[in-house]
């Protein structure tokens, strides 16, 4: 095997320490042929898709990819913007503001970059650019706040297949949840508040996450309950009963039973047992995307007014929103630690070192 080697690198270059941000991924255009490359790599990981091998192939082979890219490409083609996908520029402007408060504390030592796990920038173009600055210390955190096989352990995995390729490792630390964390829950609440503040508020408060399949709880997988301590951590800090916020799980795929209640079957019953007014918030996506623009935007919308319902509003995602990328910074620091070293302090070593070497002269 032919390792990825560096063999430029300088052994006096001053070594930095590398955040990498991660996200899911985005086709590279709302078009069918992009949309088939895309699902075909997403599909055909083992970790989304837990079904036997030889069996799958043919299945997304032979039908999804010819059925599903173009009617996805509509569904794309209705949040892309001049700056592309949703995704990928929220991801974008999460990593610079990122970085820039790292700068703006002094640690210029610190790269902050990001990847995605299907589509583009890839690992192993993030990775290189990375290690060609001098990473030889990198922090990785996947913006999924609740862990699941399917996201966080997909990341992992796809980390791990590009460091096996490589022939100097840096130091690594994989942040692979952070659904309670005190900061990410502040962040989630200012931004209810503020749109309660604008809008007022609705019968009821919902908070819809992406699913899974239910066999892979069954299996272990911690997800559901990462979603419910979270949903029940903001709920709590907003001071809600059980009976004006609830909890669900959209954008199931398949025949199969997924994770529920399912968010568009509720919205659908909801009128029926008296609730009018609907707020949907998606806490487990840090940045709005296809599932939370279209599916919960619109489509849900319909679901709810075509039912009876009489106000509908999704609260946007958390986005590059001040009190986000504050969280995600402190997060980041607290991980850092034994690591990280700002300037000054590596100024006060040098003085200290000048100093005693003085003193032994």
């Not at 992009?34 to 837990?50: G, H, I, N, T």
């Not at 997909?154 to 964390?181: C, M, N």
């Not at 001071?239 to 954008?251: A, G």
């Not at 106000?311 to 990328?325: E, F, G, K, M, V």
Request: with cysteine; net charge neutral; aromatic share 12%.
């Amino acid at each position: 095997m032919a390792f990825i080697n560096t063999p430029d690198y300088q052994h006096n270059t001053s070594d930095k320490i590398g955040v990498l941000l991660t996200n899911l991924g985005t086709p590279d255009a709302p078009t069918p042929k992009a949309l088939k490359r895309y699902l075909k790599q997403f599909l055909s990981d083992p970790r989304v898709v837990e079904v036997p091998r030889l069996l799958w192939w043919f299945i997304l082979n032979g039908i999804i990819l010819q059925i599903r890219p173009r009617r996805s490409a509509k569904a794309y083609a209705t949040v892309f913007t001049e700056q592309g996908s949703p995704l990928l520029f929220h991801t974008r402007q999460q990593a610079e503001a990122i970085a820039k408060a790292f700068a703006d504390d002094g640690n210029t030592d610190v790269v902050v970059d990001f990847a995605m796990r299907y589509g583009n920038p890839s690992f192993a173009s993030v990775l290189d650019n990375m290690f060609a600055k001098g990473v030889r210390k990198i922090l990785v955190l996947p913006l999924y706040p609740q862990y699941s096989a399917a996201t966080s352990g997909s990341t992992f995995d796809e980390l791990a297949k590009d460091f096996s390729q490589r022939r100097w490792l840096p130091d690594l630390r994989f942040i692979s949840h952070y659904h309670d964390d005190a900061g990410y829950i502040n962040a989630c609440v200012e931004r209810i508040k503020a749109h309660w503040a604008e809008h007022g508020r609705a019968d009821k408060l919902m908070f819809s996450y992406h699913g899974i399949p239910k066999r892979y709880l069954l299996n272990g997988d911690p997800y559901h309950c990462e979603c419910y301590k979270s949903s029940r951590l903001i709920a709590e800090a907003l001071q809600l009963n059980k009976d004006q916020y609830m909890t669900t799980f959209q954008s199931r795929f398949g025949r199969e039973e997924w994770l529920k209640p399912y968010t568009d079957e509720t919205l659908k019953a909801l009128p029926a047992q008296g609730v009018k007014s609907v707020q949907v918030f998606c806490p487990g996506f840090a940045a709005d995307c296809l599932e939370t623009i279209e599916e919960i935007g619109e489509e849900n919308r319909e679901y709810f007014m075509h039912a009876g319902g009489e106000q509908y509003q999704y609260i946007t995602a958390l986005n590059n929103r001040p009190q986000h990328i504050n969280a995600l910074y402190q997060l980041i620091k607290d991980n850092l630690q034994g690591w990280h070293v700002t300037d000054d302090a590596n100024r006060a070593l040098r003085a200290d070192k000048l100093s005693r070497e003085k003193a032994g002269n």
